[in-house]
């Protein structure tokens, strides 16, 4: 027997090259699916922002190569979706200054004295997010973990 949740469930993998000019169709992919899934225009259109962000980050600071490709695990529940970006890693002081971010993400005094460019837009994604998680494994492949929660007021109307 399957639990709501799991029947309500959807899990998509795209995989693109490092490139931005792939970003446009991705966010209009996902928010598509979002809305078709009952999510409000509100919750997809700030989820294209987040997938915006973190794609553009991963293509600008983790895609050195050509070959580079970026990974988007994307699932959709009832009531929150989770965005999992993945992408090769870049250059040793691309991957610092992420660690930087990382490390000092709950001390905000740290995070307002940082310049725009070391923030690397991620205080827009943490502001849009219930939970923001961040990995980068011994060989740089960095993976952020995004969650967003289904509030509420934004449910998009049942037609019926």
């Known amino acids: 027997m399957s639990t709501p949740e799991k029947k309500d469930e959807h899990k998509i993998k795209l995989k693109f090259p490092g490139d931005s000019d792939y970003i446009p169709a991705v966010r209009k ?15 997809a259109y700030r989820s294209e922002i987040i997938v915006d962000e973190v794609c553009n980050n991963a293509v600008m600071y983790g895609c050195k190569s050509s070959e580079s490709t970026i990974e988007l695990h994307f699932n959709i529940f009832s009531n929150r979706t989770e965005f999992i970006i993945k992408d090769p890693g870049g250059e040793h002081d691309d991957i610092e200054r992420l660690r930087k971010v990382v490390e000092k993400r709950g001390e905000e005094t740290a995070l307002k004295q940082q310049s725009k460019k070391d923030k690397l837009g991620l205080e827009i994604v943490r502001m ?33």
């Open 29 to 43: 992919f996902i928010a598509e699916m979002l809305q078709s899934c009952n999510f409000s225009p509100k919750f």
């Open 128 to 160: 849009l997010s219930e939970e923001v998680d961040f990995q980068i494994d011994e060989n740089n492949l960095t993976t952020v973990r995004v969650v967003r929660k289904k509030d509420d007021v934004e449910a998009a109307p049942q037609t019926g």
